[in-house]
C-alpha cells in the first residue's frame, strides 16, 4: 500500500515538474515575428505641461515604415496672478528610419517593434507674455512712511520659426504602447516686441535676458523630449 501511495506521489510529482507547462507557464507566447505597428500613431508629450503646454503629435507612416511624417500641435495657456502666458505652435517634421520600423524578430519573450529614425523640420509659433510679478518702479508715500510699487504692465509678443534637426528612437511596449525618445537642436529666429498701456516707458528694462526656455529667446535651442502614445 505504502509502495502503492509512493509511486503515486512521484508519478504526479514528476508530471507537474517535466510535464506541467500549463502551471510552470500559463501564459502562451504570441508569434513574436507579429507585426504590432500601425500607420497612424497619436502621442501626448508629458513634459510639456511643465511649460504650460498640451503638445499632441500625430506620425503618419509609409507603407515601408522607412519613412513618416510628424505634424504637432501645441498651445500654450496661463493667466493667473503670476504671469499671463498664451500661444500656440505648430511643428512640421519629416522622418527618415534607416533600417526600417520594424518588429523586434530577436525578442522572442515579447512582441514589439523598433527603429532608430532622423529627422528634419521646422516649428512656427506665437505667444504673448507678461510676467506680472516684475514690480519694478514704486513711489515714497511720507503718511505712511512706506514704499508702494506697481507693475509697468509690460507684454512681449514672440513670433518665431526654428528649423530643426533630431535623432530619436522609437520602440513599442505592452504590445501598444509607443514610447519615443529624442533628441537635437535647431535655431529659433524670433521676432519680438514689447507694448505696455503705460506711457513713458522704458522697455529695455524689461524681457532684456531671456534664457534659452524663454518664449522669446533668440538663437541655438536644443531639442530633448519624450513621447508616449497609440497607434491607429
Given amino acids: 500500500m505504502k509502495k502503492a501511495i509512493f509511486t503515486g506521489l512521484l508519478i504526479t510529482i514528476s508530471s507537474l515538474v517535466f510535464g506541467g507547462n500549463n502551471w510552470t507557464n500559463p501564459i502562451i507566447r504570441k508569434n513574436p515575428f507579429e507585426d504590432?505597428?500601425?500607420?497612424?500613431?497619436?502621442?501626448?508629450?508629458?513634459?510639456?505641461?511643465?511649460?504650460?503646454?498640451?503638445?499632441?503629435?500625430?506620425?503618419?507612416?509609409?507603407?515601408?515604415?522607412?519613412?513618416?511624417?510628424?505634424?504637432?500641435?501645441?498651445?500654450i495657456y496661463a493667466d493667473n496672478s503670476k504671469v499671463y502666458d498664451v500661444g500656440t505652435s505648430i511643428t512640421l517634421e519629416?522622418?527618415?528610419?534607416?533600417?526600417?520600423?520594424?518588429?523586434?524578430?530577436?525578442?522572442?519573450?515579447r512582441n514589439t517593434a523598433t527603429g532608430f529614425y532622423f529627422g528634419m523640420g521646422a516649428q512656427v509659433g506665437y505667444?504673448?507674455?507678461?510676467?506680472?510679478?516684475?514690480?519694478?518702479?514704486?513711489?515714497?508715500?511720507?503718511?505712511?512712511?512706506?514704499?508702494?510699487?506697481?507693475?509697468d504692465n509690460v507684454t512681449i509678443t514672440s513670433a518665431w520659426i526654428?528649423?530643426?534637426?533630431?535623432?530619436?528612437?522609437?520602440?513599442?511596449?505592452?504590445?501598444a504602447l509607443y514610447i519615443d525618445a529624442y533628441v537635437g537642436g535647431g535655431v529659433k529666429v524670433n521676432d519680438t516686441k514689447k507694448t505696455s498701456e503705460n506711457i513713458g516707458?522704458?522697455?529695455?528694462?524689461?524681457?532684456?535676458?531671456?534664457?534659452?526656455?524663454?518664449?522669446?529667446?533668440?538663437?541655438?535651442?536644443?531639442?530633448?523630449?519624450?513621447?508616449?502614445?497609440?497607434?491607429?
Avoid at 95 to 101: N, S
Avoid at 127 to 151: A, L, Q
Avoid at 162 to 175: A, E, N
Wanted: charged share 20%; glycine share 8%; hydrophobic share 30%.
Fill in 127 to 151: 505667444s504673448e507674455y507678461n510676467d506680472r510679478t516684475n514690480y519694478s518702479n514704486g513711489y515714497y508715500n511720507p503718511i505712511t512712511g512706506n514704499y508702494s510699487y506697481y507693475n
Fill in 162 to 175: 526654428t528649423p530643426t534637426i533630431t535623432l530619436g528612437y522609437q520602440f513599442i511596449v505592452w504590445d
Fill in 94 to 109: 519629416r522622418r527618415f528610419y534607416p533600417r526600417g520600423f520594424k518588429p523586434d524578430s530577436l525578442n522572442r519573450n
Fill in 201 to 232: 516707458i522704458d522697455f529695455s528694462r524689461y524681457y532684456s535676458d531671456p534664457d534659452i526656455l524663454s518664449r522669446y529667446y533668440k538663437g541655438v535651442v536644443p531639442r530633448v523630449g519624450l513621447t508616449l502614445g497609440m497607434g491607429f
Fill in 36 to 75: 504590432l505597428r500601425k500607420p497612424i500613431v497619436m502621442k501626448l508629450s508629458p513634459f510639456h505641461f511643465f511649460d504650460r503646454q498640451l503638445s499632441i503629435t500625430g506620425e503618419l507612416f509609409g507603407r515601408d515604415y522607412k519613412r513618416s511624417l510628424c505634424i504637432s500641435l501645441a498651445m
